[in-house]
Every structure is written in structure tokens, then in C-alpha cells.
């Protein structure tokens, strides 16, 4: 994971890292505890113990610092490549697939969604937590690509929706559970419809 408090305009500083760790975890744990309602600058401050002008200065507005904790704990979750393709995308998947588990994480995924019909920010926000969310699916597609496993027709974009979109369809929209078998199921009949 690279440094995040660089991307501030900061020194990376231990002491300016160690105080972002601190309040992106608290405002995660707020968010989880009791949803957007239980994340303000004033509550963040509080459970972190770092003061609200610290807060101010870096997340303006709330949604921001929503932002930030969410792409943090979803980046800290991702597995480590281990160069099998398969393993990869498995690993990658049972991330999405404890989230749909999680009552709290889908809830916030559902918010995140319905929120972003209606405000440009929280378009930014799914945009930007999508990408993060689907970054370690995209990166074992684009390392199968170059090994030469799979076609140099393939679309990734479109690769990730096909197997990303089931699982939060049935999660999301069926609130059924999606099983290990279940993403055994995409990844291996995506393995064998685009292995060369």
C-alpha cells in the first residue's frame, strides 16, 4: 500500500501517516457501528482523538473523509498477487463477497449508491471506491494478459463487470448470499471461455 498521507501535499511525516491511520479507522468504525448518520468531523474527533480543525484541513466536508476511510479499509483488504491467475481472482472476489456478507458494508455500498443519483459528489465518491474496490481484479486480468493467459482481445472493463456485476446483483438486489461456489463458478467459466 503506498503512503496516503503523501497524496495531502505533506511530508511523508510517520507522525502525519499515524494521524491519518487514526481517523480514517475511526470514521470507519463509526460508519460501521452506526452508519453515515454516526460519521461527523465532530464524532471522528472524538473517537480519534484528533482535534476538528486537523479534520477540517484535510476532509472539508463529510463526505470526503467518507470517502478516504472507505477506499483505506477496502485497499488495506487486498490480497497480496501471488501470480496464479486463478488464486488471484478468487482472492480478489472473497473480498467482495464478505462485503455483501457484511449487513454494515452492504448498507453502505446501497447509501453510496442512492446517494449518487442525486449528488455530483457522491458520483466522485462510487467512482473513486469503485476503482479501488475492483483495482486488485483488474491487476491479476492485466497480469494474466501478459503472461499470455488470456486472449489480447479481452476487454478488462467489461472482464470485471461480468464477474463483479453477479455477485453485487444478487447480494445488493436478491439479498441472497453469495457462496464460495458461486464465484468458483465466474472465475472458472470466465477461465474457460477467455484462456487462450
Sequence with gaps: MTDPSCTLGETCDPRVVRTREMVLAAAADLLDEGG????????????????RTTLYRH?????????????????????????DLRADLL??????????????????????????????????LRRAVTTVATSGVTSALKAGKARGQLRDDLDLDLTVEQLVGPMMFRGLMWHRPVTRAMTERLVDDFLASAAR
Design 36 to 51: 453515515w448518520d454516526a460519521v461527523t468531523h465532530s464524532s471522528v474527533s472524538v473517537r480519534s482523538g484528533i482535534g
Design 59 to 83: 476532509w472539508p466536508d463529510k463526505v470526503s473523509l467518507l470517502g478516504d476511510a472507505i477506499k483505506a479499509r477496502i485497499d488495506a483488504d487486498l490480497p497480496v498477487p501471488t501470480g
Design 91 to 124: 482472492a480478489n472476489l472473497e473480498q467482495f463477497r464478505r462485503a455483501l456478507a457484511s449487513p454494515t458494508k452492504r448498507s453502505s455500498m446501497c447509501a453510496v449508491l442512492a446517494e449518487a443519483e442525486h449528488s455530483e459528489q457522491f458520483r466522485s
